[in-house]
C-alpha cells in the first residue's frame, strides 16, 4: 500500500454526556470547549478540519467561530461511526486518503502531536491505523483503570512501534515503562471504512476498547510516542484545569 498524503481532521461531538452534561459547549475563557478543539486542530496545519456534531447547537457555536460542521445522526455507537458518516457527506469523492479521529474533549491538545499521529502511516503503507501514546511516570496513572494502557515494543531510541494490545491494566509486566494511550486515531480511509463494517470484538467489549476490535480483525495499528499527554476534560474537576492551563498568559 501507498503511505496517505491527504489527510483531513474530524472531531466527533455530542452533548450527551454523563458526568458533565453539554460540556462541547462549555465556556472556556469565551469560547466554547469545542471551539478550542477546533482551533488546535487547525493549528497542527495537517489538513482542512470538520466538526462531526449530534446537535444543531453545536454546529452553530463552530460555525460562529469560523468552523466547518456537519451534522450526523445522534444515534451512533461511537465516535467512529460519527466521523465515518459525516466524511461521507463531506468528501463523498473520496479526495482525503486519511482521516484523523480527534475527540472533542480535548481542548488542551498540543498541535504538534496531533501531526505526530500520521507519522506512522507515513512511514509504513502496510499502517492501517496510527495513535499515539506517552510514557508513564506515576503508580496513581499506571494503576488507574481509566487510564488505558498501550502495549508497545519500541527499541531504544525508536518514536514509532507497532501496537499488540490496549488495556486497562498496567501491561506487560516485567521491567521497562508502561504506556498511556492517548485516544486520537489516524485511518487510511479503507481502513476507516473497513473498521466501521465490523462486529463489536470479544475482547473490546470486556476491556470497553474500542480499538481492539481492529486488532481483533488482524488489522495493524502502530503507535507515536510523544512528550506530552494532554488533558480529557471529563469532569467540572477537569474543566476548571482546563481553563487554568489555558488562561490568556499561560
Known amino acids: ?18 458526568r458533565l452534561p453539554g460540556k462541547p459547549l462549555a465556556d472556556i475563557h469565551g469560547s466554547p470547549m469545542i471551539v478550542h478543539v477546533w482551533r488546535r486542530a487547525v493549528e ?9 456534531a449530534a446537535e444543531a447547537e453545536v454546529a452553530r457555536a463552530v460555525e460562529d467561530a469560523g468552523g466547518r460542521c456537519v451534522l450526523t445522526r445522534a444515534d451512533h455507537p ?16 473520496g479526495a482525503h486518503d486519511a482521516v484523523i479521529n480527534l475527540q472533542g474533549d480535548l481542548p488542551t ?5 496531533i501531526r505526530a499521529v500520521m507519522d506512522p502511516l507515513i512511514e509504513d503503507g502496510e499502517v492501517d491505523i496510527a495513535t499515539l501514546i506517552t510514557e508513564i511516570s506515576g503508580p496513581g496513572e499506571r494503576d488507574d483503570p481509566n487510564v488505558v494502557k498501550a502495549v508497545v515494543g519500541l527499541k531504544p531510541g525508536a518514536t514509532t512501534g507497532r501496537a499488540l494490545y490496549f488495556s486497562r491494566v498496567a501491561v506487560p509486566g516485567g521491567g521497562g515503562p508502561i504506556y498511556h494511550h492517548i485516544g486520537i486515531y489516524a485511518y487510511t480511509r479503507d481502513a476507516l471504512k473497513r473498521f466501521v463494517g465490523l462486529p463489536p470484538g ?21 503507535a507515536a510516542l510523544v512528550d506530552t499527554l494532554p488533558l480529557g476534560v471529563d469532569t467540572s474537576a477537569d474543566l476548571e484545569r482546563a481553563r487554568q492551563i489555558l488562561a490568556p498568559g499561560e
Open 1 to 18: 500500500m501507498t503511505s496517505p498524503r491527504n489527510p483531513i481532521i474530524v472531531i466527533p461531538v455530542r452533548m450527551a454526556s454523563v
Open 44 to 52: 497542527s496545519g495537517l489538513g482542512p478540519v470538520l466538526v462531526a
Open 78 to 93: 461511537s465516535g467512529s461511526d460519527r466521523v465515518f458518516e459525516a466524511l461521507q457527506k463531506a468528501d463523498p469523492n
Open 109 to 113: 491538545m498540543d498541535p504538534a502531536a
Open 202 to 222: 470479544v475482547l473490546e467489549q470486556r476491556e470497553r476498547l474500542e480499538q481492539l476490535r481492529a486488532l481483533e480483525a488482524g488489522m495493524r495499528i502502530d
